[in-house]
């Protein structure tokens, strides 16, 4: 059974400054996921980016709403990625916090 979850991240640059780190930055998350991510894919439409992987044979997707003061991330965990929602949602918040943390 798929679980859904949604981690927002508030941010000070306003919506395009995030946007930009989040195109640079994304490659770097996912790289940093020690290959457990692969077959990318993502696509901008507007300010918002869809995307999905496979992890552990188990496809993920999910989309991020870049807003001015916040980024919404609904992603869907299948199966066993489901199981272990909570650590998922630790990581992905603490570097998506590093990222858009102002500097």
Excluded: C, Y
Aim: aromatic content about 4%.
């Amino acid at each position: 059974m798929s679980k859904p979850i949604t981690i927002t991240i508030p941010h000070q640059l306003g919506a395009a400054e995030a946007r930009r780190r989040i195109e640079e930055g994304f490659g770097q998350l996912i790289g940093q996921a020690g290959g457990a991510l692969r077959d990318v894919r993502k696509t901008w439409d507007g300010d918002t980016l869809n995307f999905s992987a496979l992890a552990m044979g188990q496809t993920i997707s999910g989309a991020l709403f870049v807003m001015e003061q916040s980024v919404r991330m609904d992603i869907v965990l299948p199966g066993l990625l489901g199981m272990i929602a909570s650590k998922i949602t630790g990581q992905v918040k603490k570097q998506g916090t590093l990222l858009l943390e102002k500097k």
